[in-house]
């Protein structure tokens, strides 16, 4: 294995030399800073991490299959003759072009490289496969970095959460006064901040926003300022691929359903999307599937889990204000797995089992709200929301309007810009038939009273942010429904060839949306005033309707208007989804995968 993996490596190194000369010719004319860039420092550097992916993936085949993988790697490199050509040739600025150019080829690289784990996933430790995958998905997280940091400026809150760093590194408080006075942002915000998101207290400016992505962001943002931070939500979405794998596995669902669901979720928006934003969900997200999967093991789950699993809860309110939702659905598995054990043990263990489930999240909580009375003189968690609690209405008590915008809403919905969703739909049932399982109740109660929540807030949109930001930090349960969802397609027998090729053409739609956003990231920032005021369509659809025939956004409704007609075609929508679901019941066909012993569940 180390002479071919040498080979590869030395050949790399050939066409890497080559390239770097090549991109530094004089023939190869900058038509601006952007485009410049793409062929001098971004294109190299992905050339680098799609190598070291490539490798590694090589290590895990099999010899007859390991060569002819290797050498199907270098055909990324033919994007370097294009991507220089039109570089050469162009009289003016073509940034998309060359974005799109670009990023094409690692999408190329990435089905490659999916491709190659597709073949050995079933025979890896599950731990194995999940951090093998997630190593994959980090390379196009890593390529798409350097161009959305250079084409896309921070937007909405992402600004405020980089000045709650600068504040903390460089005066070590949490008063932005002076960040906002010097002007220090002026390096990852283009102009002049007016808006503050803060509270004045006398001489200090205090933010409203959570804490918990600042103080994760610190050390990152020292290091290499807003690149650094949008480097760690990289390895975060990569963490969580490997995260939502293994919660897949955890419940008993094939390797290769697992892996589909979870390299599919990972590559469409809106988590390849938030992997270059600086927002606190994708972390949220990554916290939730942790704290469940620490409790997979249900009433017998140990000291130290609960404890761990206590602590990872307690993030959550630093994190966002919302995941208190998620907080309270997780928290009642934690004190079922506390005190199920109750009958037949002893008081001492039973004191120590409450003190480890509630403990550490107890602690944080009041960490929490003593940050918060020391700003604002209020002892409770996320004071700095309470106080303008009068300057706008949270809820709405819409949840009908809510929870069918967040899903089908044509500018901000879920399913116009990942209908592959829809076929978690298939899995509901089947994975609720299983055996009961600590981790499935922790997941769906975290859900469903995080969504129920959000489906009622006034403002579900989150607009100044790309679509669906407020449904990522429950898509882990989305994630294991879609796994059990293609698993459950694989068992139906007759109906088996129609909904694979349905959820192909699905698939297909969503990588598509998303590539659009990575080549585009500013057709993703829609304001819901705007919508309203204008009747448009957003951003997005507009641009898609001029490669796609019928017009997308026809299909769907605005439950940003909410007018009769919007209502009926979401009501039409959501039978789809229940059709689906309905489709879940049906009795699988007579080549029904045998349910996975009890190792194989336990795997991990």
């Known amino acids: 294995m180390t002479a071919p993996l040498l080979r590869f490596a030395l050949a790399n190194a050939a066409l890497l030399a080559v390239t770097l000369v090549a991109v530094f010719q004089p023939w190869v004319a900058p038509t601006g800073e952007v485009p410049a860039v793409i062929a001098r420092k971004y294109l190299p550097f992905a050339l680098v991490v799609s190598a070291l992916g490539t490798a590694l993936v090589g290590r895990f085949l099999a ?3 390991r060569q002819a993988f290797l050498a199907r790697h270098f055909a990324v490199y033919a ?10 040739r162009a009289t003016e600025p073509r940034q998309a072009a060359l974005g799109a150019i670009y990023l094409f080829a690692f999408v190329c690289w990435t089905a490659h490289a999916l491709e190659g784990l597709w073949h050995v996933v079933a025979g890896l430790r599950d731990r194995t496969a999940a951090w093998l995958l997630a190593a994959v998905v980090l390379v196009p997280f890593l390529t798409l970095l350097p161009y959305h940091r250079a084409v896309m400026p921070t937007a909405s809150d992402e600004p405020i959460y980089l000045v709650i760093m ?15 006075a010097s002007q220090g942002y002026r390096d990852f915000y283009p102009d002049v ?8 207290v006398g001489d200090a400016e205090y933010p409203i926003r959570d804490l918990g992505l600042p103080i994760f962001g610190a050390l990152p943002f020292a290091v290499a300022g807003r690149t650094g931070v949008l480097a760690a939500m990289c390895l975060v979405g990569a963490a969580l691929a490997a995260q939502l794998y293994q919660a897949c596995r955890d419940l008993g669902i094939a390797p290769r359903p697992a892996f589909l669901a979870t390299a599919g979720a990972s590559l469409a928006h809106p988590i390849l999307t938030y992997t270059t934003q600086v927002y606190p969900e994708l972390l949220a997200a990554l916290v939730f599937v942790v704290a469940a999967r620490l409790l997979r093991e249900g009433r017998r789950t140990t000291v130290v889990r609960l404890a761990l699993a206590s602590l990872a809860l307690g993030l959550l309110p630093w994190l966002s204000t919302r995941a208190w939702l998620v907080a309270v659905g997780v928290g009642l598995v934690i004190a079922y797995a ?97 055996t009961p399982s600590a981790l499935l109740a922790a997941l769906a109660l975290g859900w469903l009273a995080y969504f129920l929540y959000i489906a009622n807030i006034a403002y579900w949109w989150a607009d100044g942010s790309p679509p669906s930001r407020y449904l990522l930090a429950g898509m882990p349960f989305v994630v294991v429904l879609l ?62 309707g001029r490669v796609l025939r019928p017009d997308p956004a026809r299909l769907f409704p605005s439950l940003v208007h909410a007018r009769a007609e919007d209502l009926a ?25 045998r349910p996975p012993s009890h190792a194989e569940t336990a795997r991990s």
Request: aromatic letters at 12%; glycine letters at 8%.
């Open 166 to 180: 600068q504040s903390v590194l460089s005066d070590l408080d949490l008063d932005l006064r002076d960040e906002f």
């Open 483 to 544: 796994a059990a969802g293609i698993e459950r397609i694989g068992e139906l027998g007759r109906w088996r060839p129609a909904l694979t090729a349905v959820t192909w053409c699905l698939a297909a739609y969503s990588f598509f949306i998303a590539f659009v956003y990575a080549v585009l990231p500013n057709i993703g920032y829609d304001l819901a005033v705007e919508i309203r005021r204008t009747g448009s369509d957003g951003q997005l659809f507009p641009f898609v």
């Open 63 to 65: 010899p007859e299959r």
């Open 193 to 200: 901040l007016y808006d503050h998101h803060a509270i004045e």
């Open 569 to 593: 075609l979401a009501g039409i929508w959501l039978a789809i989804l229940l059709a689906f679901i309905a489709l879940g019941m049906k009795t699988p066909g007579p080549a029904t995968r």
């Open 79 to 88: 994007v370097v003759p294009i991507l220089l050509f039109v570089q050469s």
């Open 338 to 434: 506390a005190l199920r054990p109750a009958l037949g043990i002893p008081r001492s263990t039973l004191a120590l089992r409450i003190a480890a489930g509630a403990g550490p999240f107890a602690a944080l909580v009041l960490l929490l709200s003593y940050l918060d009375y020391l700003m604002f003189g209020l002892f409770m968690p996320s004071a700095g929301y309470y106080l303008i609690r009068d300057q706008q209405q949270v809820l709405a008590f819409t949840p009908h309007v809510g929870a069918l915008g967040l899903l089908f809403d044509r500018v901000f919905g879920l399913v116009p810009r990942m209908p592959l969703v829809l076929i978690a739909g298939i899995g509901v049932v089947p994975l609720l038939r299983r």
